[in-house]
């Protein structure tokens, strides 16, 4: 089982920048697809990113496309989420998640592994 754990989080203004860690254990961190996702309150969880073990795949949600940038230190076991021009309605509960197996990469049902969530509130 993978131990996740993200920080990064807080208030920001509209226009601003943040940017979410997560730092894994328990698995070697390269052997493992991560993704992130968020969930806003009434709402569904929503996929944001994803990238491949090593690094070089990536994709996005439409609605973080060109904002967002999601990369990985596999030396350091941490996946990261660059968020920039935050718009009030990206706030939400940021999650990282994990899987061993690719495929399914926007679905919450294909991750293994999940952190506790950081909040990110953008005010307008």
């Known amino acids: 089982q993978v131990q996740l754990v993200e920080s990064g989080g807080g208030l920001v203004q509209a226009g601003g920048s943040l940017r979410l860690s997560c730092v894994a254990s328990?698995?070697?961190?390269?052997?493992?697809?991560m993704g992130w996702f968020r969930q806003a309150p009434g709402k569904e969880r929503e996929f944001v990113a994803h990238?491949?073990?090593?690094?070089?795949?990536?994709y996005y949600g439409d609605s973080v496309k060109g904002r967002f940038t999601i990369s990985r230190d596999n030396a350091k076991n941490t996946v990261y989420l660059q968020m920039n021009s935050l718009k009030p309605e990206d706030t939400a509960v940021y999650y990282c998640?994990?899987?061993?197996?690719?495929?399914?990469?926007?679905?919450?049902?294909?991750?293994?592994?999940w952190g506790q969530g950081t909040q990110v509130t953008v005010s307008s």
């Open positions: 998640a994990s899987k061993l197996l690719p495929g399914g990469a926007t679905s919450p049902d294909a991750y293994d592994s």
């Open positions: 328990g698995r070697t961190f390269s052997t493992i697809y």
């Open positions: 990238i491949s073990r090593a690094g070089v795949t990536t």
